[in-house]
T-cell receptor, first 117, second 110 residues
Framework: GAGVSQTPSNKVTEKGKYVELRCDPI?????LYWYRQSLGQGPEFLIY????????DSGLPNDRFFAVRPEGSVSTLKIQRTERGDSAVYLC???????????????FGPGTRLTVL | GQQLNQSPQSMFIQEGEDVSMNCTSS?????WLWYKQDPGEGPVLLIA?????ELTSNGRLTAQFGITRKDSFLNISASIPSDVGIYFC??????????FGKGTRLHILP
């Protein structure tokens, strides 16, 4: 497919468990972003990758959250010791990245809905 | 932190009516963006604005980048049923992350 894909689409877990959320960006996009969207809110920035490195992780709420992008394509958002407050839709976006200039559009995936019981 | 104030929070209109929503900020942005989000989907970019005072159209949608660089509005003319959804404004500084508003929920009455 041509768009950003995210798996799973839904994830239900118990408090204290570990979860991994996956994002497949658009082929050739070097920039990748993770956002969290709580009910009734707009997306909130978590972390931004340029290539394999995290260029800005200032949005990660605490050290239970971690993300990787080892080969500069697929990214995984990892949440340890999940809490009920982590329940939200986790959105991934990708863009062309370096060289695209100020008009570098972010394309969003459909998100993973995480529910922590 | 940076805050975007988006209004109205929700709108109920008749099909065919025009719609107007706006966004204000206490901070200056270099780029203003307007997205639409349908249930179960990620946001989709509708219009991007890059210069203060810029007025841009995309079909029935028109958006403007405020002169002060602290505000933007989006107008939808002659609304149709598929316009239903949540509209988000977003601001971005150069080389910085996007900050989203809380959204305007558009409902069209039968």
């Amino acid at each position: 497919g041509a768009g950003v894909s995210q798996t799973p689409s839904n994830k239900v877990t118990e408090k204290g468990k570990y979860v991994e959320l996956r994002c497949d960006p658009i082929s050739g996009h070097t920039a990748l972003y993770w956002y969290r969207q709580s009910l009734g809110q707009g997306p909130e920035f978590l972390i931004y990758f340029q290539g394999t490195g995290a260029a800005d992780d200032s949005g990660l709420p605490n050290d239970r959250f971690f993300a990787v992008r080892p080969e500069g394509s697929v990214s995984t958002l990892k949440i340890q010791r999940t809490e009920r407050g982590d329940s939200a839709v986790y959105l991934c976006a990708s863009s062309v990245g370096v060289g695209a200039g100020e008009k570098d559009t972010q394309y969003f995936g459909p998100g993973t809905r995480l529910t922590v019981l | 932190g940076q805050q975007l104030n988006q209004s109205p929070q929700s709108m109920f209109i008749q099909e065919g009516e025009d719609v107007s929503m706006n966004c204000t900020s206490s901070s200056i942005f270099n780029t203003w963006l307007w997205y639409k989000q349908d249930p179960g989907e990620g946001p989709v970019l509708l219009i991007a604005l890059y210069k203060a005072g810029e007025l841009t159209s995309n079909g029935r949608l028109t958006a403007q980048f405020g002169i002060t660089r602290k505000d933007s509005f989006l107008n939808i003319s002659a609304s149709i049923p598929s316009d239903v959804g949540i509209y988000f404004c977003a601001g971005q500084r150069r080389d910085d992350k996007i900050i989203f508003g809380k959204g305007t929920r558009l409902h069209i009455l039968p």
